[in-house]
């Protein structure tokens, strides 16, 4: 009796879609996966336009948002992590992020 190695590629991001609470990413190996926005503070206090100015990295391995200057693992969502953001961190964001606004 033989056997063969099966080979196991690792799913890559395809599309994302985020609405008002959810981030979903469409998987290469034709899942999606689906996560609560509050896992991402600053997904979650994005403007639609900004929230939808992603682009995939790293070949699918992960998205990222210029404007908010955040960036997602595809892994990491795969395994259920949330953002391993700061508090400290998100706040001097939310912070800047205020004053910007302010001068606009």
Same mark, same amino acid.
């Given at each position: 009796?033989?056997?063969?190695?099966? !080979?196991?590629?690792?799913?890559?991001?395809?599309? $994302?879609? $985020? *609405?008002?609470?959810?981030?979903? $990413?469409?998987?290469?190996?034709?899942?999606?996966?689906?996560?609560?926005?509050?896992?991402?503070?600053?997904?979650?206090?994005?403007?639609?336009?900004?929230?939808?100015?992603?682009?995939?990295?790293?070949?699918?391995?992960?998205?990222?948002?210029?404007?908010?200057?955040?960036?997602?693992?595809?892994?990491?969502?795969? *395994?259920?992590?949330?953002?391993? !953001?700061?508090?400290?961190?998100?706040?001097?964001?939310?912070?800047?992020?205020?004053?910007?606004? $302010?001068?606009?």
């Amino acid at each position: 009796m033989s056997t063969s190695a099966i !080979e196991i590629q690792k799913p890559y991001g395809k599309n $994302v879609i $985020v *609405t008002d609470d959810t981030l979903s $990413v469409e998987l290469s190996d034709g899942r999606s996966i689906s996560v609560p926005l509050t896992w991402f503070p600053r997904l979650l206090n994005a403007t639609p336009k900004e929230r939808n100015n992603w682009r995939l990295i790293g070949k699918g391995d992960g998205i990222h948002w210029e404007d908010l200057d955040e960036d997602i693992n595809i892994e990491g969502l795969i *395994t259920g992590r949330p953002s391993g !953001e700061s508090r400290s961190s998100f706040k001097k964001w939310l912070k800047k992020r205020s004053q910007i606004k $302010v001068r606009l």
